[in-house]
């Protein structure tokens, strides 16, 4: 790989931490409880038992809404290193 294919992916993976983050802060809240934790939203509310079951499609929403911002993230990204690099 030359140093500039390096460049836009260590940029791409920035920008996919940071839409990561700002998808996870921009989660959206629950009636009463507000915002779900980390742990629940990266596992899909997978490990929500009894009554708590019913946050599982909040959950599944927040996890979406964060990977897509994180994709978001990491498209934007690698464009500006592409943009760097180019000659």
Known sequence: MTKSSWLTLKL?????IAGGFIGFLYRPSAFIIG?????VVITRGANLKGIDQVLIPLAQTS???MMAIAGIGAAIGIIIGLLFTRK
């Open 35 to 39: 915002q779900l934790p980390f742990d």
């Open 63 to 65: 996890f979406n809404n």
């Open 12 to 16: 791409g993976l920035v920008g996919f």
